[in-house]
């Protein structure tokens, strides 16, 4: 627990204080509300910033959302053509409502470990990987385009 003392007890004992903070940080009240919190700097790094932290798990909400989109597209492509049918009209139909950021269809690939050679373009913020039609894993061998998938890294 945090050590706290008045605001005029700090400014009278400022070298009590300082001594104070070898044992951990020192919190100062006025008014029964913590105003400030003195701590030595080596403690201010191990404090994590909760933006930052926020930033980063929204990042990696963000990459698995388009790696799972990017499974979709793929297992779309590769599906028979009844099976294609099937996965898009479960997913017209609503089929995924009570869900959030997931996809209708199971996918058969795994992110990150295609083996697939890939090609990036330099975007900002993010890049383009192309796969050709002899890349796909299903053995289709015509593309009418090559196909892109978005991903924040490459």
Known sequence: MMRTITASQAKQNFGALLGELSHGPVAIERHHKTVAVVMLPESVASVPD??????????????QRLMRHQQWALSLLCATPSARQK??????????????????????????????????????????????????????????????????EC
């Open 50 to 63: 909760p933006r930052q932290a926020a930033r980063t798990a929204q990042k990696q909400l963000e990459l």
């Open 87 to 152: 996965q898009l009209k479960a997913a017209r139909q609503g089929s995924n409502a009570g869900k959030t950021n997931s996809c209708v269809a199971p996918t058969t690939l795994s992110a990150g470990n295609s083996g697939w050679p890939a090609r990036c373009l330099s975007w900002p913020n993010s890049c383009v990987v192309t796969r050709t039609a002899g890349d796909l894993p299903c053995g289709k061998t015509r593309l009418s385009r090559p196909l892109r998938l978005f991903s924040h």
